[in-house]
């Protein structure tokens, strides 16, 4: 089967606010970066171009009419994946193994500070006859969702604290990322209950931002850069959407996601064969519900691990050294390119500060966020 790299990547952003650029800058700042590192350009070179978005989030319809202008793609085809950014990576992936595409780019962003409300459009995801008409927040589900993690597996609210002082201080090394800080564990449990047992600080803040990635089959990323990141395997998953018939203490759809990924990439043993991982944060508990789902540690170990340093920068699997979206801060749908974007910087060695040493093999896991249970993983190494 054609083997497919990643040859270029590009960002602009992530900053809390961008009133001085409207999202088709963001993304074209991004695109320039990616086709300068990859060695491409658009209009002569790629094929194909996929980009991630959800038209209620973009406030149009039939988005993809929106993108072509700034990735360089006008007469090109172009359309556009209403998921999680790691979907439309795959999606990208798919398009080169057909063996019609040699270069294929996706993209993502977020603007997320020109959303108003939010949590109506969330809510507008729920089901409309059971679960809508309660006009809750969707927070609600997040905090049921957690307390029941902490119920069945042992974790602790201590434990969740510590992966946001864990993330935050990551992104203090990240020069890109929009929310670094030095916190402690008592400053996390001491902030506002949004959701019991979920505190406002471990909840992933919003960024505005873009990501732009070039995907190449084996021959044209052997002629583009001397450094490829092959993709070695791809996973996705969704489970159930209704909220009365899903799994709750565990993170399923991460679960089968990462074990579709792990057997194209012949992986048996992640916790050996895994180097480091970037995994979605959304929520504290989420990085330890997603870490025991991905089968980086036992259902019930994640929190501990965790509490023990093992997921530190220097501990045995590191993970989110990027800060993750706590620290980086949440790009609506690009959060799970961003994930996929550390993973990059870091295998090709030019993470800067947080730089891992001798890492070979990085896994990226993402979530689509509330309501939904749909997530993708993507396993990459030089």
Request: hydrophobic letters at 45%; proline letters at 4%; charged letters at 20%.
């Amino acid at each position: 089967m054609t083997q497919v790299a990643i040859v270029g990547v590009g960002y602009s952003g992530f900053r809390t606010i961008t009133p001085d650029v409207s999202y088709k800058e963001l993304m074209y700042e991004a695109a320039v970066k990616a086709y300068e590192d990859a060695g491409v350009d658009p209009r002569r070179d790629v094929d194909s171009f996929v980009s991630v978005a959800e038209d209620f989030n973009e406030g149009t319809s039939i988005f993809d009419e929106y993108v072509p202008d700034q990735l360089g793609g006008v007469l090109k085809p172009v359309h556009t994946i209403s998921g999680e950014g790691i979907h439309g990576l795959i999606a990208a992936y798919m398009q080169i193994l057909t063996g019609a595409m040699d270069i294929v780019v996706v993209e993502a962003h977020s603007k997320a500070s020109n959303i108003l409300t939010l949590p109506h459009i969330l809510a507008y995801a729920m089901d409309p006859v059971l679960n809508r008409p309660l006009s809750a927040n969707p927070l609600f589900i997040a905090g049921m969702e957690m307390n029941r993690f902490l119920l069945e597996t042992g974790t602790t609210e201590e434990q969740c604290a510590r992966v946001v002082a864990k993330n935050r201080s990551n992104a203090l090394l990240n020069p890109s990322a929009a929310y670094g800080a030095t916190l402690g564990v008592g400053d996390v449990l001491a902030s506002e209950m949004l959701s019991w047992p979920l505190k406002r600080l471990e909840v992933a803040s919003h960024a505005d931002g873009a990501i732009v990635i070039v995907l190449a089959s084996d021959g044209a990323a052997q002629e583009l850069t001397d450094l490829p990141i092959w993709i070695q395997g791809v996973g996705w998953c969704n489970d159930s959407f209704s909220l009365e018939t899903r799994e709750w203490a565990g993170a399923y759809y991460a679960h089968r996601a990462a074990q579709m990924a792990y057997r194209m990439a012949g992986i048996r043993n992640p916790q050996g064969e895994i180097d480091f991982a970037e995994l979605d944060d959304t929520f504290a508990y989420k990085e330890l519900q997603h870490l025991e789902a991905a089968g980086l540690c036992r259902t019930g170990e994640a929190g501990l691990l965790t509490e023990e340093g093992y997921t530190e920068l220097d501990g045995a699997l590191p993970v989110n050294p990027s800060g993750g979206s706590l620290g980086v801060g949440h790009l609506l749908d690009a959060s799970g390119l961003a994930r996929v974007l550390e993973v990059v910087l870091q295998l090709r060695g030019e993470a800067g500060e947080r730089q891992l040493p001798d890492v070979e093999t990085g896994l990226a896991l993402g979530w689509r966020g509330l309501p939904t249970t749909s997530g993708a993983a993507v396993v990459l190494s030089v």
